[in-house]
């Protein structure tokens, strides 16, 4: 069976997503969306560089996009980190009313929706999104890197492992150097402000019950079938001594260049889980704490214990192994979610799946 896929924005994540969407036998490129009026009439190919022609040329046309017979709908564009979300909400449920399954990666609050927990970045998703799944005859899959899979349905899977468990860490380390978004590590991460400045990512971590990250421990925690206590949240900051040039600017002497975000979840009253978030611009600052480029580490200190880790690597584009892994793990549900009857997939139901391909 072959699948007639749209891929709706090119960025980080976009481009790698376009290029498995061409390159994967059992897909068919159908449509793209795209935002930058640069990029509007020009056939994906050139999007990708060193490809034949696809035929498929780049739109933002959006009820052209809606109008195309299609599948499924690979939605990367931005999301949760606008100021307002409430765009890519009404893409989604137009896309899903109009019959389309959509797998996306832009909101963070859709990759869960736990049962009596209205958080206020989900706002009436889970509504919305049901309804138009309804109307559509269609299926929604939010999946990340986190909240999605290294920060919980992977520490999840590795637990079948386990027998008694004393505590769970799992580490985020990822290398930003590379990442050219502006908005995401500057003005979202908060690389390059003063040490004591606040950034978006801490204002919306610190805020626990409300942020996404939160999703992680909870589908954790659920996913145990155990009662998740409080989460307690702390923040550190490394700063360098010298400026620092990176794909998205200058990082001047004296500002952020590492940060460490800490969740850390009681169960029985005893910390329990420890979801701990490294990103970093460079190794120099912070030499005590974990390094790598796109890396996890799962330890579960019990009976057996164990230590594993993930290293995900690519040289295309950015070379960014958590953008190809956004891509690759959206990609990788769309036969599963083309086939799943209407409604929503989340990240806890999502049916046991595998990945990749091989070209004939
Ligand atoms: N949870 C996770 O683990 C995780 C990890 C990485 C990314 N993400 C999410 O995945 C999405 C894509 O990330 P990325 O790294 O590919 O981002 P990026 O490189 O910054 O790309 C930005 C994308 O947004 C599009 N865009 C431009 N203006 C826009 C607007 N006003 N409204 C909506 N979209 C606009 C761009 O359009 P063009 O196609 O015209 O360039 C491009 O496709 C984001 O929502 C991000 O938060 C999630």
Redesign the pocket.
């Known amino acids: 069976m072959s699948y007639r896929v749209i891929q709706w924005?090119?960025?980080?994540?976009?481009r790698h997503a376009l290029r498995a969407i061409v390159e994967r036998p059992d897909f068919e490129l159908t449509g793209v969306r795209?935002?930058?009026p640069d990029?509007v009439g020009t056939d994906a190919a050139d999007l990708l560089g060193g490809q034949p022609p696809t035929g498929v040329k780049a739109t933002d046309d959006v009820d052209a996009i809606l109008a195309l017979d299609a599948d499924c709908v690979c939605y990367?564009?931005?999301?949760?980190?606008?100021d307002e979300t409430g765009?890519?909400l009404d893409d989604i449920c137009r896309l899903l009313a109009s019959g389309k399954n959509v797998v996306s990666?832009?909101?963070?609050f859709h990759a869960y929706f736990p049962p009596g927990l209205a958080m206020k970045g989900a706002g009436d998703s889970h509504e919305r999104i049901e309804r138009a799944c309804a109307q559509g005859k269609s299926t929604f899959f939010h999946v990340?890197?986190?909240?999605?899979f290294t920060m919980d349905m992977w520490p999840l899977h590795m637990s079948r492992l386990c027998g008694r468990i004393d505590h769970l860490h799992a580490i985020e380390v990822v290398d930003m150097t590379r990442y050219?978004?502006f908005?995401?590590v500057r003005e979202i991460m908060g690389f390059g402000l003063p040490p004591d400045a606040p950034s978006a990512i801490d204002a919306h971590m610190g805020d626990v019950h409300e942020s996404a990250f939160y999703l992680s421990m909870r589908m954790i925690a659920d996913g145990l079938k155990v009662e998740l206590g409080d989460v307690e949240y702390s923040r550190e900051v490394a700063v360098t001594d010298e400026p620092i040039s990176i794909a998205a600017g200058e990082i001047p002497a004296g500002t952020v260049a590492a940060v460490k975000f800490h969740y850390r979840g009681f169960i029985n009253e005893r910390p329990a889980i420890t979801l701990e978030w490294i990103w970093r611009i460079t190794d120099s600052v912070a030499p005590e704490w974990p390094t790598g480029d796109s890396r996890w580490i799962l330890r579960v200190e019990g009976n057996p214990s164990i230590e594993s880790s993930i290293d995900i690597g690519t040289t295309e584009d950015a070379g960014r192994g958590?953008?190809i892994a956004?891509a690759t793990l959206l990609l990788n549900a769309v036969p599963i979610v083309c086939e799943a009857p209407p409604g929503i997939l989340d990240n806890l139901s999502l049916p046991s799946h595998g990945g990749g391909y091989f070209l004939p």
């Open positions: 924005g090119t960025g980080n994540v976009g795209v935002y930058n990029k990367s564009p931005l999301g949760s980190t606008l765009g890519p990666s832009a909101v963070e990340g890197i986190n909240p999605g050219p978004s908005h995401m958590t953008s956004v």
